[in-house]
């Protein structure tokens, strides 16, 4: 099974998150340790890669060591930034919290709490693009010519620890399996419809079937995550699922058109009710442009990505803070 792929893109879109404040102030303990073996890896790409690898090791619980393989590879394609996924996958190991589904190796030794794969091979092995103009910054002041290389490394590490699957589509049917067919792993466990239905659920979509294919090409997938919807405002992900199956994108990754440069991972409006935006003084929310609808401001009313918000000024010393809340910074993450 191929690892997950994160495709450069020729658009610009800035948009920033800041280190957890504990990070920054150093106050913050790792709960985890990841060991990362650098191959052909120059220097400055390496102090980039440590900066990703330092805030994931403050995110992650495990009392086992994540061994992991990072290649400097010049042989990837162009528009490739770069590629990361488990080394291996385990089912019934001890402890597992569900049969018959496999776990990458990260999550498995976590649970598990002893080494499965051995210590000497990688638990996660990630490849990155030598051909790409990188900005190795921790700054997120990213210039418009290069690619952010710590948001990538984050990206990319998040599949190697888990966001990732078995679901495939060979020629007019949706599929998944690994070592056997109906395999899978236990994100793909959590992938629903919007109706809340299981793709697993085989008594509507078996597996191999024109069926499953089209709910893999629906664009109305999401992840059935308790702790995902805790910091989704209590609704479900919704994950990438195009029209069209992209083997390395579909499926484990979030879906572009809803989850946009300035939604509420990096701005401090997106996703929010009106109550909790914290205006400046003298500022008001009259109303909200969204689509084709004018809504009226309430304090209940969620603010969308794509929504035009109406403002209502007493003050024009305070453009500057206004200008300042919607706004996003710089840098994907």
């Not at 080394?87 to 402890?95: L, Q």
């Not at 990213?142 to 990538?152: G, K, M, Q």
């Amino acid at each position: 099974m191929p690892h997950p792929v994160c495709y450069a893109s020729d658009k610009v879109e800035k948009s920033f998150v800041p280190p957890p404040a504990e990070f920054l102030l150093k106050s913050g303990s790792p709960t985890c340790d990841i060991i990362v073996n650098y191959i052909s890896f120059p220097e400055d790409a390496k102090n980039a890669f440590e900066y990703a690898v330092q805030l994931w090791e403050t995110l992650v619980e495990s009392d086992m060591p994540i061994h992991m393989d990072a290649t400097w590879n010049s042989s990837m394609s162009a528009n490739t930034l770069g590629s990361c996924g488990p080394e291996t996958y385990y089912a019934d190991f001890k402890d597992a919290p569900y049969e018959n589904r496999y776990y990458p190796v990260a999550i498995a030794e976590k649970i598990a709490n002893e080494e499965l794969n051995g210590t000497s091979r990688a638990d996660v092995e990630a490849n990155f693009n030598s051909k790409i103009s990188w900005y190795f910054g921790t700054d997120g002041a990213t210039p418009d010519t290069t690619y952010d290389f710590v948001s990538v490394v984050l990206h990319e590490i998040a599949h190697g620890l888990g966001f990732t699957g078995f679901f495939f589509v060979d020629d007019d049917l949706g599929a998944y399996g690994f070592y056997e067919m109906g395999d899978a792993t236990s994100f793909d466990q959590l992938v629903v419809r919007n109706t809340g239905v299981e793709l697993l659920d085989t008594s509507i979509y078996k597996n191999l079937s024109t069926e499953l294919k089209s709910a893999l090409e629906s664009a109305a997938l999401y992840a059935e995550s308790p702790v995902a919807k805790t910091r989704n405002n209590g609704l479900k992900p919704r994950l990438y699922a195009p029209v069209e199956f992209d083997n390395g994108s579909s499926i484990y990754h979030l879906s572009d058109a809803h989850y946009p440069h300035g939604d509420a991972n990096s701005s401090k409006v997106v996703g929010r009710r009106l109550e909790e935006i914290v205006l400046p003084e003298g500022v008001t929310i009259g109303a909200i442009a969204r689509g084709s609808e004018v809504l009226i401001a309430h304090r209940n009313v969620v603010v969308e990505s794509e929504d035009h918000v109406v403002l209502f000024l007493i003050d024009k010393s305070r453009i500057y803070e206004v200008e300042r809340l919607f706004q996003v910074g710089f840098s994907f993450i």
